[in-house]
């Protein structure tokens, strides 16, 4: 698949609804989930009761899996926690409606990926631990290195925390790394922020503090152990109920409000070279939807940084793979369809299987260079306002388990970068999750 080129600050961005099949969860708001391998998992939040349930989701073959959530090691219902991915493993924090039941708990769960299970992450430890964080909501984890750090949150009775902890990965063990008597150092009492990990330093932007809604932005050293305010000459505003990640160079920020009924739909970019931020403008006819409380992650070698749980030195973003059959090559232009002719036509990759495909594009796999003419095939199937792929397929059709059998290295390396929004208020009554694919383009 051919590399697009780097993005600059101002690039426009397309969006486009992943339709979903009823095999899906249902619509949500306050759960959690994070991107490995391919793969999306979502856990638990609330619709108009907080949910116990768990989900796999392939953007390859555009199928979602309900994961087991029972048994003696697996989360109960759970809202405004946190989930990452490391070395095969997903760890979740948080989130627990509190009772007297779970105050001696540490609200921390572990899924074991290659098992598909639940597991007691006491397995990887040999000593009682004595520190640990309590239950809370609304706080940020992020991966730096072989450790969690949690930021923050809202604990119960207590209202808003500072509280910064880390666990390590490798024996398991909990450390706090400043609390409520360290004064005005780093952020302070902090929930429903954001937060993203890039080299080796944690950024961390807007939330509540009580009651009060934030702007400003954070970054913590871990050589140093040092928190830093940024500050800039423009940026996002007021915003709790947002979500972040990491992309290339950058942080991807999407979303939130100034309140719980305020949600917007602006895209922002902070660029950690330039120490900027700029608001990423959309194409015509490509607006995203207000979010609050939803959930973003990122799919493609570009979303992935040294931190995470794909080392760097193994070279999955150097590595050429010419011959291997790669499953992704996808061109979309925007409409209307005049478009398809211009030479300044937008390039990006997608999985969406959209009811604007035409069939004769779509079938025809053993070409893979297929015409205008074949794209727009019968022109009854054609929406003048809709976006038109065309799909580059290969002779071979992948499935779940070509997927299974191919090296993880092969998949991650060639899978289209793009920022999925998953789910949020408002939310669609009755319906499957809302799944909205942003993808950026060259201006």
Same mark, same amino acid.
């Given at each position: 698949?051919?590399?697009?080129?780097?993005?600059?600050?101002?690039?426009?961005?397309?969006?486009?609804?992943? @339709?979903?099949?009823?095999?899906?969860?249902?619509?949500?708001?306050?759960?959690?989930?994070?991107?490995?391998?391919?793969?999306?998992?979502?856990?638990?939040?609330?619709?108009?009761?907080? &949910?116990?349930? *768990?989900?796999?989701?392939?953007?390859?073959?555009?199928?979602?899996?309900?994961? #087991?959530?029972?048994?003696?090691?697996?989360?109960?219902?759970?809202?405004?926690?946190?989930?990452?991915?490391?070395?095969? *493993?997903?760890?979740?924090?948080?989130?627990?409606?509190?009772?007297?039941?779970?105050?001696?708990?540490?609200?921390?769960?572990?899924?074991?990926?290659?098992?598909?299970?639940?597991?007691?992450?006491? !397995?990887?430890?040999?000593? &009682?631990?004595?520190?640990?964080?309590?239950?809370?909501?609304?706080?940020?984890?992020?991966?730096?290195?072989?450790?969690?750090?949690?930021?923050?949150? *809202?604990?119960?009775?207590?209202?808003?925390?500072?509280?910064?902890?880390?666990?390590?990965?490798?024996?398991?063990?909990?450390?706090?790394?400043?609390?409520?008597?360290?004064? #005005?150092?780093?952020?302070?009492?902090?929930?429903?922020?954001?937060?993203?990990?890039?080299?080796?330093?944690?950024? &961390?932007?807007?939330?509540?503090?009580?009651?009060?809604?934030?702007?400003?932005?954070?970054?913590?050293?871990?050589?140093?152990?040092?928190?830093?305010?940024?500050?800039?000459?423009?940026?996002?505003?007021?915003?709790?109920?947002?979500?972040?990640?990491?992309?290339?160079?950058?942080?991807?920020?999407?979303?939130?409000?100034?309140?719980?009924?305020?949600?917007?739909?602006?895209?922002?970019?902070?660029?950690?070279?330039?120490?900027?931020?700029?608001?990423?403008?959309?194409?015509?006819?490509?607006?995203?939807?207000?979010?609050?409380?939803?959930?973003?992650? !990122?799919?493609?070698?570009?979303?992935? #940084?040294?931190?995470?749980?794909?080392?760097?030195?193994?070279?999955?973003?150097?590595?050429?793979?010419?011959?291997?059959?790669?499953?992704?090559?996808?061109?979309?232009?925007?409409?209307?369809?005049?478009?398809?002719?211009?030479?300044?036509?937008?390039?990006?990759?997608?999985?969406?299987?959209?009811?604007?495909?035409?069939?004769?594009?779509?079938?025809?796999?053993?070409?893979?260079?297929?015409?205008?003419?074949? &794209?727009?095939?019968?022109?009854?199937?054609?929406?003048?306002?809709?976006?038109?792929?065309?799909?580059?397929?290969?002779?071979?059709?992948?499935?779940?388990?070509?997927?299974?059998?191919?090296?993880?290295?092969?998949?991650?390396?060639?899978? @289209?970068?793009?920022?999925?929004?998953?789910?949020?208020?408002?939310?669609?009554?009755?319906?499957?999750?809302?799944?909205?694919?942003?993808?950026?383009?060259?201006?």
């Amino acid at each position: 698949m051919r590399r697009m080129p780097a993005m600059s600050q101002s690039s426009p961005c397309l969006w486009n609804q992943l @339709p979903q099949s009823s095999q899906s969860p249902c619509d949500r708001y306050k759960h959690a989930c994070c991107s490995y391998h391919g793969n999306v998992y979502i856990l638990g939040g609330r619709y108009s009761s907080c &949910l116990r349930d *768990f989900w796999k989701y392939s953007v390859v073959c555009n199928e979602w899996t309900e994961l #087991s959530c029972t048994g003696e090691a697996a989360p109960e219902e759970l809202e405004e926690h946190s989930m990452v991915a490391h070395k095969g *493993f997903l760890y979740v924090f948080g989130g627990m409606l509190d009772s007297a039941y779970t105050k001696g708990r540490c609200a921390l769960w572990v899924f074991d990926i290659a098992k598909q299970k639940w597991v007691h992450c006491q !397995g990887k430890t040999s000593f &009682l631990q004595t520190q640990m964080p309590t239950n809370r909501k609304g706080h940020s984890a992020v991966v730096v290195g072989s450790a969690m750090l949690v930021y923050g949150g *809202f604990v119960d009775m207590k209202g808003s925390s500072q509280d910064f902890w880390s666990l390590d990965f490798d024996t398991m063990a909990w450390s706090l790394l400043n609390d409520s008597q360290q004064g #005005s150092l780093g952020p302070g009492p902090r929930h429903s922020h954001s937060a993203v990990a890039y080299q080796d330093c944690m950024y &961390l932007f807007g939330g509540l503090k009580g009651l009060r809604e934030q702007k400003d932005f954070w970054k913590w050293n871990s050589a140093s152990h040092m928190w830093s305010c940024i500050r800039t000459m423009s940026s996002p505003s007021r915003l709790m109920g947002h979500s972040a990640v990491a992309y290339k160079d950058s942080m991807l920020l999407f979303g939130g409000g100034e309140s719980q009924n305020s949600p917007k739909n602006c895209l922002w970019r902070y660029s950690f070279t330039t120490q900027s931020w700029g608001q990423v403008a959309t194409l015509p006819g490509s607006s995203p939807p207000d979010k609050i409380h939803h959930c973003c992650t !990122g799919l493609g070698p570009s979303y992935k #940084s040294n931190t995470s749980s794909l080392s760097s030195s193994s070279g999955l973003q150097t590595r050429i793979l010419n011959d291997k059959l790669r499953p992704f090559k996808n061109k979309c232009f925007p409409a209307p369809l005049t478009f398809l002719g211009s030479e300044g036509a937008i390039e990006l990759e997608t999985f969406s299987l959209d009811k604007c495909y035409s069939s004769k594009a779509l079938t025809k796999s053993s070409e893979l260079d297929s015409s205008k003419e074949d &794209l727009m095939g019968n022109d009854s199937q054609w929406n003048g306002n809709c976006l038109a792929f065309e799909n580059k397929a290969f002779s071979k059709q992948w499935t779940e388990e070509d997927l299974l059998n191919e090296e993880d290295g092969d998949i991650v390396q060639h899978l @289209p970068d793009m920022l999925l929004v998953l789910g949020g208020r408002p939310c669609t009554s009755h319906s499957p999750m809302s799944i909205w694919q942003m993808t950026l383009t060259d201006s």
